[in-house]
């Protein structure tokens, strides 16, 4: 697609569900990011993709936090038993690759989750 | 220890005037490079300019240019011409890429600009 898409663009969920959320990046970019956002606070590393693999899942804040990317493009960052501390912009992001250091990633409008 | 150091929570300059943001990074990975991103009142994040860390002079992209001081770790955003609707937050970040081995992008905590007409 001509940017990165990202779904639901807004979700409202009750504590203890889990939700899903998607993630298209621009086509041919093989480098994934996921990034959380809390209101008025900078931006938070979750976990990048080359490919389907993640080299770096350091930033997941927990174990209810997971996510995968299948045939190199959709990715989806899942978080099980939501907490009202999960409430966040969930911003995703490609590059075309990981290697190289001027490699520019292009954010999605994120998705805004709020638990109630 | 902060990798990216925004250290102006908010600044206000009169539009038409130049604005000067600041970031401090930290690294010992020689080779690295340095961007900046507008995030307006709407969400979405906008890449504005990149300065890679063996580039000899300093990036320019129109109204935007990047005052890249290598030896102070410094990589100061400056805005000239202010226009109104550059009013947002501005977000300095960090890719590493030989040593640390990991190619995650580290950003700052933000600057939020107000332009007054």
């Known amino acids: 697609g001509a940017g990165v898409s990202q779904s639901p663009s807004n979700k409202v969920t009750e504590k203890g569900k889990d939700v899903e959320l998607r993630c298209d990046p621009i086509s041919g970019h093989t480098a994934l990011y996921w990034y959380r956002q809390s209101l008025g606070q900078g931006l938070e590393f979750l976990i990048y993709?080359?490919?389907?693999?993640?080299?770096?899942k350091s930033g997941l804040p927990s174990d209810r936090f997971s996510a995968e990317r299948t045939g190199g493009s959709v990715s989806t960052l899942t978080i099980q038993r939501t907490q009202q501390e999960d409430s966040a912009v969930y911003l995703c992001?490609?590059?075309?690759?990981?290697?190289?250091?001027?490699?520019?990633?292009?954010f999605g409008e994120g998705s805004w989750l709020t638990v109630v | 220890a902060q990798k990216i150091t925004q250290t102006q929570p908010g600044m206000f300059v009169q539009e038409k005037e130049a604005v000067t943001l600041d970031c401090t990074y930290d690294?010992?990975?020689?080779?690295?490079?340095l961007f900046w991103y507008k995030q307006p009142s709407s969400g979405e994040m906008i890449f504005l300019i990149y300065q890679g860390s063996y580039d000899q002079q300093n990036a320019t992209e129109g109204r935007y240019s990047l005052n890249f001081q290598k030896a102070r770790k410094s990589a100061n955003l400056v805005i000239s011409a202010s226009q109104l609707g550059d009013s947002a937050m501005y977000f300095c970040?960090?890719?590493?890429?030989?040593?640390?081995?990991?190619?995650?992008?580290?950003f700052g905590t933000g600057t939020r600009l107000k332009v007054l007409a």
């Open positions: 993709f080359q490919g389907n693999s993640a080299p770096d």
């Open positions: 690294t010992s990975d020689p080779s690295y490079g």
């Open positions: 970040a960090m890719r590493e890429g030989l040593i640390s081995g990991t190619y995650k992008y580290i």
């Open positions: 992001a490609s590059s075309l690759r990981t290697g190289g250091t001027g490699n520019t990633i292009y």
